[in-house]
């Protein structure tokens, strides 16, 4: 079955410094691969996507991703982490069937 | 992207009550879904609502505890039956647009079941 794992549940960071959050999936075939963001009392919002082609994806908000296939892996990154990205941060799979499988989601804090 | 409406945002509620969540997209939308996003927990799909058919519910799930209504390409309803503290949770609607997988989230609804 499909699974996403986010091993970090808590992140604090400083702001100004980098930022990757780090997601890892299980999945038979080529995945469709997500992150988004959810802020306190917001829904979800997309920031980027991964399909196919280009393993760097880059999103909104100044957030890239890049999909390991050696790896499962589908890191976030972003190079300079602003007091506005505090949030929690969703990796999610295509299941297929228009299904997504979310991971259990990783808590960004920025400290200034 | 659709825009999603989604009332109450919040609520408290008391144990063995139901509590109706609305879901209005401001353009016709084939797929529905519905979420819960348990305290600490990640999202889990409750069920797929498809306007002129029975919801389909995934595992662990049933109509009678989540029965959902869906009438038009527009509105979707979700009914939390029989509420217990274990309830307790953010329920979000979900729509999916022209592209497979292109989701836009309702901002939910935070119930507390006391």
């Known amino acids: 079955a499909q699974s996403v794992t986010q091993p970090d549940i808590h992140i604090t960071v400083s702001e100004g410094a980098s930022l990757e959050l780090r997601c890892n999936y299980s999945?038979?075939?080529?995945?469709?691969l997500f992150w988004y963001v959810q802020s306190p009392g917001q829904g979800l919002q997309l920031l980027l996507k991964y399909f196919s082609g280009d393993t760097l994806v880059q999103g909104i908000k100044g957030f890239e991703a890049e999909f390991k296939r050696s790896q499962s892996s589908f890191n976030l990154r972003k190079p300079s982490v602003h007091w506005s990205d505090a949030a929690e941060y969703f990796c999610a799979v295509g299941a297929g069937g228009n299904k997504l499988v979310f991971g259990a989601g990783t808590i960004l804090r920025v400290k200034s | 992207s659709a825009v999603i409406s989604q009332k109450p945002s919040r609520d408290i509620c008391q144990r063995g009550t139901s509590l109706t969540i609305q879901c209005q997209v401001d353009s016709q939308v084939t797929m529905m879904f519905w979420y819960r996003q348990q305290p600490g927990q990640s999202l889990t799909l409750i069920a797929t609502?498809?306007?002129?058919?029975?919801?389909?519910?995934e595992s662990g799930f049933v109509i009678d505890k989540f029965p959902i209504s869906r009438p038009n390409l527009t509105f979707s309803t979700l009914t939390v039956s029989n509420m217990s503290p274990e309830d307790s949770s953010i329920y979000l609607c979900?729509?999916?647009?022209?592209?497979?997988?292109?989701?836009?989230f309702g901002s939910g609804t935070r119930l507390t079941v006391v």
């Open positions: 999945y038979g075939a080529t995945p469709y």
């Open positions: 979900s729509v999916q647009g022209r592209h497979r997988y292109g989701y836009t």
């Open positions: 609502a498809n306007q002129g058919s029975e919801a389909t519910y």
